[in-house]
Every structure is written in C-alpha cells, then in structure tokens.
C-alpha cells in the first residue's frame, strides 16, 4: 500500500499558485527542483531531493504555453522515473490537446491520443485530470485515469452565490454540453436550455447567429454552463442571443477560462453579469482586466483527490458528501 511512503509533490512552470496551494492544503512541502531552458530553447530539470521509492504526484496544467508546459512534464516524469520514484501521478487541471480528440476531416491528427502515448512512454502510472473536453479521452490511456468533475463546485457556488437561481434555468451554448447541462438542471430542479449556432448562409465567412432550440428564458436567470472558453466567440453570440430573448440575468459558469484570443473590454461591454472561470488555469492577469470576471478555488479537490489516491480512497466519493460539505472558495 502506497500510504506507507509519502507524498513528494512536484511541479513545472505552468501554475505554481496552484501547486502551492495544494501543497498548503495537504501540509506537505513542495519538492524543489529547476525547471529552465537553454539558450537554444532545450527544457532542463534538476530535482533537488531523493524521490526513491515515492509516491510522486506532478502537477502541471495545460495553458498558455501548451507545448513548453507539456514538454516539462514528460521531462519531470521521465527525470522521476529513472530517479526510482515508486509510482508516478501527472495532475494535469488542464488536459492539453483535448479538443483534439478525433478526426474532424480526412488527415486531421487525433493529438490527445498522442499525448497519452507521450504520458504512457515518459514513465507516467496514473492520470488525474479535471472535465475533459470529451471523457472518451480516458479511452486514450491504459493506465488509471480520473478525471475529476467540477460539477459539484458549479453546483454550490450555484445556490450560494446567484440570487434568484430557483428562477433560473441552464444554457449549454452547443449541443455537445447536452449532457453536462441536463445533469446540474436536474440537481437543481430547474428547466435546461439549448442553443445551436448557425451560420447566415454556406459561405465560410457567412456571419453566425444562434437560436435556442430548447426551454425559454424570458424573464428568467440564465446560466450558461461549458467546459472552456478560449476565443470568446461562442460566448458572445450566446450572451447577446439570451439577452435578445429576455433573460432577466446572464451568468457565465466555465471550467477552463482559457481567455488567449479574447478581448475582455468584451466581456466587461457585454449583457452578462458575471463569468466564473477555475483556477485550472492561471487567472492572476485576466483578473486585473475584468471586473465581472470571478474565479473559484479547485485547490481542496485536487489536494483530496491527491490524499485519496495516495491512501488507496475511492475518488469518487469526492462528488458525494464531501462535496456537498465543502464551500466554493472564491479567490
């Protein structure tokens, strides 16, 4: 059993906030170890203590710099492995490539596949990820994979922090958050809504519009459910077409706040009332710039999720009582 040795937390370039926070929240200390590059852009590690026969867990997120980041964790993995670590964990918050995850059209590449392969071969024993983009993408592997749900934040911060949800209903901005919408409407005990985008026309450049396919939102709090938002596009269109319909408030709940190709002067012009992005992915900056922006914590779930798996826990006790007694911490 793996609770006779301990933790050995590790971590890269891509979010140590969140690694110091984890690090806090289970009181073990961060391993110190280097991670830099050489003048011709080589990725360099050196791990500064003993990880023999350790239950190590790495945390590295998969934003801004995807490659680099990626690229520090199979180094850090592969350093730990020929290091003699006794089993090997990669926290990934937020999976890279994971929009990636089949062939769109003829020769396009299937690059979450790969970057399972690329985990599998650097040494990795385990994955824990949070809201995969498609949850297929555990099908990738043939090591353990958890992938953990922010639902259960989504939820609470829900009922402590939106006035007025009992008369609110749930928006998916595609049909692919069918499901995912569906699932927190029924917890809630609320209507759920569907929104299908649409271009103006068969030309490429043919504005887009949405239309809501499913529930009405006239004079009700609208809230908008997906696991991403990068360029902001979709979000836009969903906004003003809620707005349009009657939505008597617009709030925004997303579990990557990706925010590369976005303007947030944007989101600050726009008809919604608040967008609540996780910290899988660093917000310090989008903070500064946005005032309706609001960031929940997932710090304790990923520091329980390390303590369970570390003393052989089940993990999916994490979305039960626990869950439901924690509070959503806003940072």
């Known amino acids: 059993m793996y609770h006779n040795n301990s933790i050995r937390i590790l971590t890269g370039n891509s979010h140590p906030q969140l690694a110091q926070a984890v690090t806090e929240r289970l009181n073990v200390p961060l391993v110190p170890c280097t991670v830099k590059k050489f003048s011709n852009g080589e990725i360099n590690v050196k791990i500064s203590e003993s990880v023999r026969d350790e239950d190590v867990f790495i945390i590295q997120s998969g934003c801004q710099d995807a490659n ?14 020929t290091a003699s670590a006794r089993r090997i964990t990669a926290v990934i918050p937020s999976f890279p490539y994971a929009r990636m995850d089949k062939k769109e059209k003829s020769r396009a590449p299937i690059t979450a596949k790969l970057v399972a392969n690329m985990l599998v071969v650097a040494g990795c024993d385990h994955v824990i990820t949070m809201d995969l983009h498609a949850s297929q993408i555990q099908g990738f592997f043939d090591i353990p994979v958890d992938n953990l749900f922010s639902e259960p934040l989504v939820l ?6 939106i006035e007025g949800w009992n008369n609110g209903i749930i928006v998916s901005p595609d049909a692919g958050g069918a499901k995912r919408v569906t699932a927190i409407a029924d917890k ?69 706040g990706l925010l590369s190709e976005i303007n947030l002067n944007v989101i600050e012009r726009s008809p919604i009332d608040h967008l609540v992005v996780t910290n899988t992915i660093p917000q310090d900056q989008h903070k500064d710039d946005c005032s309706k922006l609001t960031v929940i914590d997932i710090s304790p779930t990923i520091a329980e999720s ?7 826990e089940s993990i999916s006790l994490l ?4 869950a439901d007694s924690g509070n959503v911490e806003v940072l």
């Open 188 to 256: 809630l005990g609320v209507e759920f809504a569907l929104i299908h985008r649409k271009r103006d026309g068969k030309d490429v450049d043919a504005p887009e519009r949405m239309e809501i396919l499913v529930g009405d939102v006239k004079d009700k709090v609208a809230i908008l459910v997906d696991d991403m938002i990068d360029t902001g596009a979709t979000l836009s269109l969903a906004t003003k077409t809620l707005h349009e319909k009657g939505a008597k408030a617009i709030y925004a709940l997303i579990t990557h």
């Open 306 to 312: 390390i303590r369970r798996t570390h003393n052989g």
């Open 68 to 81: 680099d980041n990626l690229m520090e964790l199979l180094i850090l993995i592969s350093a730990c492995k």
């Open 319 to 322: 979305f039960g009582e626990w």
């Open 156 to 161: 609470s911060y829900i009922k402590r922090s």
